[in-house]
């Protein structure tokens, strides 16, 4: 007798027990769901492209996850030095990071062949080349085993040179030291062309120009009018070479630890934004340039004839610097291909 009411009592509490596992698993499984996820964005630009980017993929996230995921922006390098700033995405202290492909190089050298000079001809061809699925697939890419996971790719704007004298004729690059991003293809075009080229942070690029460490630098004309250059360089000589593109770059670690449907969201919504902001990156190209002479500034072009022995230069320097290592040589065969293909 005792024996079959100890019998009842052991199945009735093996019943509740599993239940209370089950019940356990159920709010673990909730609670997991509910979990936020705090995205830190930084990049070292503001008001341009970039910028706007930064806060159209931060509020899709918001959106689209129901608040699991948080961001916040840090514009204009507020989280340290270019260098600084992917250290801290590469290890975690950052979530995101959003800024030319060209500074990554130190992470693989062959971030360096997208903004390969001469590779494309305006701003709506680079925006056809960013959308290529095979650009997409080999750049994103890139990074993966060292902390980065790449999911956005878009054209910032075209190059142009800001300088404290006039630059009107390929002559009056002889002997200039001109800053550049940390790109080999870079160094030999300015070095082929007769200049002094040096890699530079951007948040160190006004107070070089001021003191007269340099006497011009490589950049965006969307960064050179928000950011003030026309206080130190009011001179922009629009060669459109090379193009700026950025990229949208997350720590692995963090990216890896959200949930599968808000990895499905942040990869969405960094491909969709970077098609969205195209239009309004032509717009923001256009403002910037309208502005820059508002303010007292300068638009310089170099005669045609000029402009295209430019081109030919800096095309001809890109396939070279593409040769001496097999690595470079095979995401820029593929890049360069594609840009023939969108052209």
Same mark, same amino acid.
């Given at each position: 007798?005792?024996?079959?009411?100890?019998?009842?009592?052991?199945?009735?509490? /093996?019943?509740?027990?599993?239940?209370?596992?089950?019940?356990?698993?159920?709010?673990?499984?909730?609670?997991?769901?509910?979990?936020?996820?705090?995205?830190?964005?930084?990049?070292?630009?503001?008001?341009?492209?970039?910028?706007?980017?930064?806060?159209?993929?931060?509020?899709?996230?918001?959106?689209?996850?129901?608040?699991?995921i948080k961001t916040?922006?840090?514009?204009?390098?507020?989280?340290?030095?270019?260098?600084?700033?992917?250290?801290?995405?590469?290890?975690?202290?950052? @979530?995101?990071?959003?800024?030319?492909?060209?500074?990554?190089? /130190?992470?693989?050298?062959?971030?360096? #062949?997208?903004?390969?000079?001469? =590779?494309?001809?305006?701003?709506?061809?680079? *925006?056809?080349?960013?959308?290529?699925?095979? #650009?997409?697939?080999?750049? =994103?890419?890139?990074?993966?085993?060292?902390?980065?996971?790449?999911?956005?790719?878009?054209?910032?704007?075209p190059s142009s #040179?800001?300088?404290?004298?006039?630059?009107?004729?390929?002559?009056?690059?002889?002997?200039?030291?001109?800053?550049?991003?940390?790109?080999?293809?870079?160094?030999?075009?300015?070095?082929?062309?007769?200049?002094?080229?040096?890699?530079?942070?951007?948040?160190?690029?006004?107070? &070089?120009? +001021? *003191?007269?460490?340099?006497?011009?630098? =490589?950049?965006?004309?969307? !960064?050179?009018?928000?950011?003030?250059?026309?206080?130190?360089?009011?001179?922009?000589?629009?060669?459109? @070479?090379?193009? !700026?593109?950025?990229?949208?770059?997350?720590?692995?670690?963090?990216?890896?630890?959200?949930? &599968?449907?808000?990895?499905?969201?942040?990869?969405?919504?960094?491909?969709?934004?970077?098609?969205?902001?195209?239009?309004?990156?032509?717009?923001?190209?256009?403002?910037?340039?309208?502005?820059?002479?508002?303010?007292? /500034?300068e638009l310089i072009?170099?005669?045609?004839?000029?402009? @295209?022995? =430019?081109?030919?230069?800096?095309?001809?320097?890109?396939?070279?610097?593409?040769?001496?290592?097999?690595?470079?040589?095979?995401?820029?065969?593929?890049?360069?291909?594609?840009? +023939?293909?969108? *052209?």
């Amino acid at each position: 007798m005792r024996c079959a009411k100890f019998e009842i009592l052991r199945r009735a509490f /093996g019943v509740v027990g599993a239940c209370a596992v089950s019940l356990a698993v159920s709010l673990g499984a909730a609670g997991a769901e509910e979990k936020t996820f705090l995205m830190k964005i930084t990049l070292p630009s503001i008001n341009d492209p970039s910028h706007l980017y930064a806060k159209n993929f931060a509020a899709a996230l918001e959106r689209d996850s129901g608040g699991r995921i948080k961001t916040e922006i840090y514009p204009a390098s507020q989280l340290g030095s270019i260098p600084r700033q992917i250290e801290g995405t590469q290890f975690g202290a950052i @979530q995101c990071a959003i800024m030319p492909p060209d500074f990554f190089v /130190g992470v693989d050298e062959r971030f360096e #062949v997208m903004p390969a000079p001469g =590779l494309v001809s305006s701003m709506e061809h680079g *925006q056809r080349l960013t959308a290529d699925p095979e #650009v997409r697939k080999v750049i =994103l890419g890139l990074g993966a085993d060292k902390g980065l996971h790449g999911v956005g790719l878009f054209m910032n704007a075209p190059s142009s #040179v800001v300088s404290k004298k006039p630059i009107g004729h390929l002559a009056d690059f002889s002997g200039k030291k001109i800053r550049i991003f940390a790109s080999e293809f870079q160094i030999e075009s300015f070095k082929r062309i007769g200049a002094s080229p040096i890699a530079m942070s951007l948040g160190d690029v006004v107070p &070089a120009l +001021q *003191q007269g460490t340099i006497d011009a630098s =490589l950049g965006g004309i969307v !960064v050179f009018t928000p950011m003030r250059f026309v206080d130190a360089a009011k001179y922009v000589t629009e060669t459109g @070479q090379p193009a !700026v593109f950025v990229v949208a770059e997350i720590n692995k670690k963090w990216y890896d630890s959200l949930p &599968a449907d808000l990895q499905k969201i942040v990869d969405r919504d960094a491909e969709a934004e970077s098609k969205a902001i195209n239009p309004h990156a032509i717009e923001i190209v256009d403002k910037a340039r309208k502005g820059w002479t508002n303010s007292g /500034g300068e638009l310089i072009s170099l005669p045609p004839d000029e402009q @295209q022995s =430019l081109l030919k230069t800096l095309r001809s320097v890109s396939q070279e610097v593409a040769k001496t290592k097999p690595k470079i040589a095979e995401a820029y065969r593929i890049v360069s291909e594609a840009a +023939q293909r969108t *052209q």
